[in-house]
């Protein structure tokens, strides 16, 4: 079992940078593959980017490539997303998953443990 927590969400400018973080409970975190997902209402939850479980792999969805980047220190059990340059466009709730492999890691139903999500808007 994988218990995650989010934090690190916000109000910020368009341009702005918000670093988030995802602490996870569970002494096999550095087994698993992280993403991060997001969702506005309305729309259905959409990949973000994702690691595996040494941090030597990365992938990230075309949107925000280049702004993005996804991390993790297994020491302290926690990924982070850092994201810069942020747009209007990028307001949602942000989700971290845990998954066991690297396969498939952009599939939403690959992941077997979530966070309960945090709020980022961007203002323009």
């Known amino acids: 079992q994988v218990q995650l927590v989010e934090s690190g969400g916000g109000l910020v400018q368009a341009g702005g940078s918000l670093r988030l973080s995802c602490a996870a409970s569970?002494?096999?975190?550095?087994?698993?593959?992280m993403g991060w997902f997001r969702q506005t209402p309305g729309k259905e939850r959409e990949f973000v980017t994702a690691?595996?479980?040494?941090?030597?792999?990365?992938v990230y969805a075309d949107s925000v490539k280049g702004r993005f980047t996804i991390s993790r220190d297994n020491a302290k059990n926690t990924a982070y997303l850092q994201m810069n340059s942020l747009k209007p466009e990028d307001t949602a709730v942000y989700y971290c998953?845990?998954?066991?492999?690297?396969?498939?890691?952009?599939?939403?139903?690959?992941?077997?443990?979530w966070g309960q999500g945090t709020q980022v808007t961007v203002s323009s």
């Open positions: 998953a845990a998954k066991p492999g690297w396969k498939e890691a952009t599939m939403i139903t690959r992941y077997d443990y």
């Open positions: 569970g002494r096999t975190f550095s087994t698993y593959a």
């Open positions: 690691i595996n479980w040494s941090g030597g792999s990365t």
